[in-house]
């Protein structure tokens, strides 16, 4: 088992957040805001196409391909979701199909990249990963929310290995997941607004 650093609390949820939205690349910061927002894995992120997001009913579809599991991950935006990969959209789709390209256009950005921009917000390799937005999500929603466990464990993408048990699960989970994932970017805002309010309280 490899240890992944990960924020897993209110406050730090907060100030990473904060520093996200403070992030001076606009492709970067849109990739770890959907990283939060959404918690995908980092690879089914950085390889993201505009060809999976479905601007019309507002969902994200990651292909097997990808996945780690092999199965396709249907992924319902949130607003705030939705509005940072309509931003993006106009920012890197007139150059090609990645949502996320690097300074290669033709090429995603790194699987470095979203850690050299945590440790040059100032978070340490002990204290958060890439991977780490997951856990945040996962530890956040079940000490936090009265979402199913079963629903978070869908959103993130895991599936039982039981196969009449996982074809339940992918339509009885959807609407739950759906209020799950407006929650959760809701919930990240308001942390992040609370600490700024305070900040700015003195």
Known sequence: VTHRAAITDKKGAARLMIAV????????????????YCFPRPGECRLAQWDEIDFEE???????????????????????????????????APEGVLCFPGARI????????????????????????AH???????????????????????????????????AYARGAHWDERVSMMQWWADYLDGLKDGALEKAAAG
């Open 132 to 166: 780490g937005f997951r856990a945040l999500a996962s530890t956040l929603l079940h000490e936090k929310s009265d979402f199913s466990s079963e629903a978070i464990e869908r959103a993130l993408g895991h599936t039982d290995a039981n196969a009449i048990r996982r």
């Open 106 to 129: 033709k090429r995603p950005i790194s699987e470095n990249t979203i850690c050299v921009a945590l440790r040059t917000m100032g978070f340490t390799m002990d204290e958060m990963s």
């Open 21 to 36: 939205e403070a992030y001076d690349r606009p492709v970067v910061r849109a990739a770890m805001q959907i990283m939060a």
């Open 58 to 92: 507002r969902i994200w579809t990651v292909p097997a391909s990808r996945t780690k599991m092999r199965r396709e991950h249907k992924i319902p935006l949130s607003r705030q979701a939705f509005a940072v990969f309509e931003r993006l959209h106009k920012l890197t």
